[in-house]
């Protein structure tokens, strides 16, 4: 440990949620057991628990994420917080000084938690570094960097279906170059001793230095999927690809669209996950996507308790700390 | 530091759920209530409400709660990574229950056990069954049925321990510390 993380509070317990980087099997795992502990609470009467009644949760969406914005704020009310969904285009703020203005305008109206979308990468750790003592922040995905919340509720989602990490085998299929998604998930996955992590995707939709993040790189689908456990498909995104990385979405489709018929080739249980929003045609048909492996809507369920667990250990661990 | 000494050992626990199992019968027939349902208090109040639930031979099986989630202290002392999920396997509408905790002393636990109980829907009665009733309550709340009542000072601790065997243990300490016995 060279330097302390930003991450961790004074005591070692999460204060902010930036990425994946830095915490280890333990941390994770109670983020996925508090996580476990919330889902009772959906099957009750009063699907809401008192614990963050009399916080305010601000949801900052510079980007625009409607199902992560709304999970996020379903997180917050059902542990009884008060929301304020705040979104700021980016062509509407010049950065650095307007960003801090905007954050000290919302400390004063006494904010608690910051939940943070932006395109640029880094985001959400500048503001986690200039935000008030007291106030948390998560990160809702920040440019090409990081989006530790979806990676966490994919590991809630793998292993409420597959138990231990030790001994799976996942293969993350597409658009690695410009996944935040996907960078989250496989130090996630590394962390929690999964035995094989492959990535699947076209050369020029893979970052240079792919084999650093300790993967097996595939170029092939079907020799990629092979015998795998998990298959995770990820979205196209075409809003950040400059010039020519892809010939055409049908071609893509041809080489590495996911279809019932090359699911043959991973293990007959398997399960297929996808973040969202799904082009069908483009990523996988639809067959496979409402398929009887395809555990697609539940990621999104399982996605509510995964946040409520982040926003209440950090909001928790603030007595805590002093 | 805590010195702890064992207060009750196992088989004078077991005379005192009896005792309790009796004295919940008469109540409850009192009470006309034929059909009652059984929640325990994470953890030492599900370990109770086990031998309470058998020897009444309630038909439902018994509910727990793990009231962590609905703590007044949860800004102070943060989120507990044990928190076992509640489960109540029937529908509290319009039932008559019976409320298990090991020990009652500030009553902010049942309190909370309470307000969880009514995010479930809405009983017909609650009556609080403990096996130890001591001083320093902070709530009005009281208990039905009690097994105990041993005289301890506020900087006494009587804690429940088990689930086998079960063990009642007093220690003395100055500030309270790791006190669960509220």
């Known amino acids: ?322 | 530091m805590s010195d702890n000494k064992v207060y009750l050992k196992a088989e004078a626990i077991g005379g005192l759920i009896d005792e309790m199992t009796q004295a919940l019968k008469s109540r409850l027939e009192l009470l006309q209530i034929s059909n009652p349902v059984m929640i325990g208090v994470h953890a030492g109040g599900v370990w109770l409400a086990q031998r309470l639930h058998d020897r009444l031979q309630i038909a439902e099986p018994l509910g727990s709660l793990d009231i962590s989630f609905y703590r007044d202290d949860f800004t102070r002392i943060g989120m507990n990574p044990q928190v076992k999920p509640s489960q109540i396997p029937f529908s509290v509408d319009d039932r008559h229950i019976v409320l298990v905790d090991d020990v009652l002393q500030t009553g902010r636990t049942i309190r909370a056990a309470m307000n969880e109980i009514f995010d479930y829907g809405r009983p017909a009665s609650i009556l609080l069954a403990t096996l130890v009733e001591r001083s320093g309550r902070e709530l009005p709340i009281q208990p039905g049925v009690v097994g105990i009542r041993p005289p301890l000072n506020l900087e006494q601790h009587i804690t429940l321990t088990g689930p086998e065997p079960l063990e009642l243990v007093i220690g003395e300490s100055k500030q309270n510390a790791g006190d669960n016995s509220d």
């Open chain 1, 1 to 322: 440990m060279h330097k302390p993380n930003v991450q961790l509070s004074e005591k070692g317990k999460l204060k902010h949620f930036l990425t994946i980087d830095g915490f280890n099997r333990t941390l994770l795992t109670e983020i996925l057991d508090t996580a476990e502990s919330f889902t009772g609470v959906f099957e009750r009467t009063v699907k809401k628990i008192p614990l963050l009644r009399g916080k305010v949760i601000c949801n900052l969406f510079f980007e625009n994420s409607t199902r992560t914005q709304t999970t996020f704020e379903v997180a917050a009310k059902r542990l009884s917080a008060d929301v304020l969904n705040l979104n700021i285009s980016t062509s509407a703020t010049a950065k650095g000084e307007t960003l801090l203005d905007t954050l000290r305008n919302l400390e004063a109206m006494h904010v608690d938690m910051f939940v943070v979308r932006h395109a640029d990468s880094g985001a959400a750790h500048f503001i986690a570094r200039h935000a008030a003592p007291h106030v948390s922040v998560i990160n809702a995905g920040d440019g090409r960097h990081a989006h530790p919340t979806q990676a966490m509720l994919d590991m809630f989602t793998i292993r409420r279906h597959k138990g231990e990490f030790t001994g799976l085998r996942v293969a993350i299929v597409g658009d690695i170059l410009h996944s935040r998604v996907a960078r989250s998930q496989i130090l996630a996955l590394n962390t929690l001793g999964t035995s094989e992590v492959r990535v699947i995707a076209p050369r020029t939709l893979l970052p240079a230095a792919c084999r650093t993040l300790g993967v097996h790189v595939y170029h092939d689908l079907e020799r990629g999927i092979r015998e795998v456990d998990v298959v995770i498909m990820l979205r196209l995104q075409k809003e950040r690809m400059q010039g020519a990385l892809l010939p055409s979405e049908h071609e893509y489709f041809q080489l590495y669209g996911l279809t019932e018929d090359r699911l043959q080739a991973a293990k007959k249980d398997a399960i297929v996950m996808h973040p969202g929003p799904i082009k069908r045609g483009v990523e996988m048909d639809s067959l496979t996507a409402d398929g009887p492996r395809s555990v697609i809507l539940q990621q999104v369920s399982f996605g509510i308790a995964v946040r409520m667990a982040v926003m209440s250990m950090a909001l928790g661990s603030q007595g805590v700390a002093r």
